[in-house]
C-alpha cells in the first residue's frame, strides 16, 4: 500500500513539474513484429502536434510495456502491432495495468487489426483502433478528445 501511495505521488509531482500540461504518449512495438516504420511516423505525428512521445522500440513484451508506461507517467499508450499478435498481447497489457490501478491512461491499438476483431480489443479496454490509412489528424484529435485531465477520477 505505502509503495502504491508514493507511486500515485510521484506521478502527480512529475506531471506538475515537467510536462507542463503536455500529453504524454508512449509508443510500443510488443511481441516479435520487427516493422516500425509505422510507429516512427506516428510517434512524430504526435511530437509534431506539441505532444510528448516516449517511443519504446522494438520486441516489446507486455511487462516492458506496462513498466516503461508507468515509469513514465503517460497519459496514452500507443501499441503498433502488425503481426497479428494484438489478440494475445492487448489483454496482457491491460490485465497488467489493470494491476498497476492504471486505469485513467489512454490506450489505443494501430496496425493491421481485422475490423472483427475491434470489438473484442474494445471489450478488452482500448478506446481506439486505427489501421492502415487513417489520418495523422484523426489521431491527434481522437487523443485530445479523450485523455482524462489530471486529477479527475477515471
Same mark, same amino acid.
Given at each position: 500500500?505505502?509503495?502504491?501511495?508514493?507511486?500515485?505521488?510521484?506521478?502527480?509531482?512529475?506531471?506538475?513539474?515537467?510536462?507542463?500540461?503536455?500529453?504524454?504518449?508512449?509508443?510500443?512495438?510488443?511481441?516479435?513484429?520487427?516493422?516500425?516504420?509505422?510507429?516512427?511516423?506516428?510517434?512524430?505525428?504526435?511530437?509534431?502536434?506539441?505532444?510528448?512521445?516516449?517511443?519504446?522500440?522494438?520486441?516489446?513484451?507486455?511487462?516492458?510495456?506496462?513498466?516503461?508506461?508507468?515509469?513514465?507517467?503517460?497519459? @496514452?499508450? !500507443?501499441?503498433?502491432?502488425?503481426?497479428?499478435?494484438?489478440?494475445? &498481447? +492487448?489483454?496482457?497489457?491491460? =490485465?497488467?495495468? #489493470?494491476?498497476?490501478?492504471?486505469?485513467?491512461?489512454?490506450?489505443?491499438?494501430?496496425?493491421?487489426?481485422?475490423?472483427?476483431?475491434?470489438?473484442?480489443?474494445?471489450?478488452?479496454? @482500448?478506446? !481506439?483502433?486505427?489501421?492502415?490509412?487513417?489520418?495523422?489528424?484523426? &489521431? +491527434?484529435?481522437?487523443?485530445? =478528445?479523450?485523455? #482524462?485531465?489530471?486529477?479527475?477520477?477515471?
Amino acid at each position: 500500500m505505502e509503495a502504491e501511495y508514493f507511486n500515485q505521488q510521484l506521478r502527480t509531482l512529475r506531471t506538475h513539474m515537467a510536462n507542463e500540461g503536455r500529453i504524454r504518449v508512449l509508443v510500443a512495438k510488443p511481441g516479435l513484429d520487427g516493422h516500425d516504420r509505422g510507429a516512427k511516423v506516428i510517434a512524430r505525428a504526435l511530437r509534431d502536434a506539441g505532444m510528448e512521445v516516449i517511443y519504446t522500440g522494438l520486441r516489446q513484451t507486455p511487462e516492458m510495456v506496462v513498466n516503461a508506461a508507468l515509469q513514465e507517467d503517460v497519459d @496514452v499508450i !500507443g501499441l503498433s502491432i502488425l503481426s497479428g499478435a494484438h489478440n494475445a &498481447i +492487448v489483454p496482457r497489457v491491460a =490485465e497488467l495495468m #489493470k494491476a498497476q490501478k492504471m486505469d485513467d491512461v489512454l490506450v489505443l491499438v494501430g496496425g493491421i487489426i481485422p475490423d472483427q476483431d475491434i470489438p473484442t480489443l474494445k471489450a478488452a479496454g @482500448v478506446k !481506439g483502433v486505427f489501421q492502415p490509412g487513417t489520418p495523422m489528424d484523426e &489521431i +491527434v484529435q481522437f487523443i485530445r =478528445e479523450n485523455v #482524462k485531465p489530471r486529477g479527475v477520477p477515471a
